[in-house]
């Protein structure tokens, strides 16, 4: 078992890594949780500024409004920000969805989440 590896929680639970190209125009939902009684653990983000806009900002966020990272300034081409929970991640809340907030449109950019859903409550079990 590679219990310290970001892989082991990816491979063991569902994996709801994924990227986006061309990001930065609207709030964006990256990954649905599955349904009541799941959570999203997200491990780590790459967030990469590839057209600049002044005095804007990206994070990340759940869909109950929790700040997971930033908020990051878009104001250089270039800028990237590598927020790292470790191999565990940090929990959404239950049942949210992890989403990519944009405080407005002007900047673009690429961003890739390494992340991974479980069953964190008996609800899920008997929810249809």
């Known amino acids: 078992m590679r219990g310290g590896d970001y892989g082991w929680y990816t491979g063991t639970y569902e994996d709801v890594s994924g ?3 061309g990001v930065g125009g609207a ?3 990256l990954k649905t949780a ?3 009684g799941f959570s999203i653990f997200l491990q780590r983000a790459h967030i990469q500024i ?3 806009s002044a005095g804007k900002t990206w994070q990340l966020t759940d869909s109950a409004g929790v700040q997971l990272t930033g908020p990051f300034p878009t104001d250089t081409d270039g800028s990237h920000y590598d ?3 470790g191999p565990e991640g940090v929990q959404l809340t239950e049942g949210a969805n992890l ?3 944009v405080s407005a449109g002007g900047a673009t950019g690429v961003i890739s ?3 991974y859903q479980k069953q964190t ?3 899920a079990a008997s929810a249809t």
């Open 27 to 29: 709030d964006v939902t």
């Open 121 to 123: 409550s008996t609800l």
């Open 34 to 36: 599955r349904k009541a």
């Open 50 to 52: 590839t057209g600049a």
């Open 99 to 101: 989403v990519f907030d």
């Open 19 to 21: 990227n986006l190209t």
């Open 83 to 85: 927020p790292d929970f």
């Open 113 to 115: 989440w390494e992340a």
